[in-house]
């Protein structure tokens, strides 16, 4: 199982449109929290992850990821009973070697928009473009499957202005 190194930031208005080189529409559910299980469609493709727990704050994590068959992710999506995060990939060359992921969330969790690295190693850094905002990585409240539950139009006003501290 590979180990996912991957850093969480908000995003400061939309100039990532400007400068992305591909973007995507995706729906995702989640079949298990821990470990957590999820099935995604990204285009026309399907993929089963399963992710560790995180012991360093959120940074790094176990992944296992593989393409499944469209008409069997599908299936999978209709075992979620918990709802869907729905949202657009957009990427963008960080000029470095990296890219930055920018998803910008749909439905009830519709004006969030969070960007994500991933790194090569703990002690790797990036060319951080002028759009990240906040860090955010290791807070609960922004992952995926922490979405589902409790989108982000349910937050208040004190959650979406971030005055939490890290998990």
Not at 83 to 104: I, P
Not at 142 to 157: F, T
Request: hydrophobic letters at 35%; one cysteine or more; a negative charge.
């Amino acid at each position: 199982m590979a180990l996912e190194i991957e850093r969480k930031f908000l995003v400061k208005g939309d100039a990532y449109k400007d400068v992305a080189f591909n973007h995507s529409k995706i729906v995702q559910g989640y079949i298990c929290s821990r470990p957590t299980v999820r099935i995604r469609i990204r285009g026309d493709k399907g993929y089963l992850t399963v992710k560790g727990g995180s012991n360093d704050g959120g940074l790094t994590r176990y992944e296992f990821e593989t393409e499944v068959p469209l008409a069997d992710a599908l299936s999978m999506l209709r075992l979620c009973a918990e709802g869907f995060v729905e949202k657009t990939r957009w990427l963008v060359d960080a000029g470095d070697g990296h890219t930055v992921e920018v998803d910008e969330f749909h439905g009830s969790n519709e004006g969030l928009v969070i960007a994500e690295v991933e790194l090569h190693s703990t002690s790797d850094s990036f060319c951080s473009p002028e759009f990240l905002g906040r860090e955010v990585t290791g807070i609960r409240r922004y992952y995926n499957s922490h979405l589902r539950k409790h989108p982000y139009s349910a937050w208040s006003k004190e959650e979406k202005e971030c005055l939490d501290l890290p998990a």
